[in-house]
Nanobody, 121 residues
């Protein structure tokens, strides 16, 4: 079921930037971004503890991606810089209403519909 609202995906050339947004329906304990390319496993990209500065990033995006929240704490963003072809995937927003979820998909109980990010050389 689609429970979160995502936006911001699109096509960009290598080295470019995109910013994804995700709106939660209510209170969350933590929010995160996952991605999945065709024929590959879903992987955690970035996670943030609601109302704090505590974040966790996958090694593959550390230093290039930044996860943040708005002041109302109901929207999470993923700023993606220095994009690479290997970043091409469907990106999914996730939220946990009860706990810190980290980069483990099983810890999240709310999901978005996905937004496509395509990076070309």
């Amino acid at each position: 079921q689609v429970q979160l609202v995502e936006s911001g995906g699109g096509s960009v050339q290598t080295g470019g930037s995109l910013r994804l947004s995700c709106a939660a329906p209510g209170y969350t304990s933590s929010m995160a971004w996952f991605r999945q390319a065709p024929g590959k496993e879903r992987e955690g990209v970035a996670a943030r503890l609601t109302g704090s500065s505590f974040t966790l990033y996958a090694d593959s995006v550390e230093g290039r991606f930044t996860i943040s929240q708005n002041n109302a704490k109901n929207t999470v963003y993923l700023q993606m810089n220095s994009l690479k072809v290997e970043d091409t995937a469907m990106y999914y927003c996730a939220a946990s209403s009860t706990r810190w979820g980290g980069l483990e998909a099983k810890n999240y109980n709310y999901w978005g519909q996905g937004t496509q990010v395509t990076v070309s050389s």
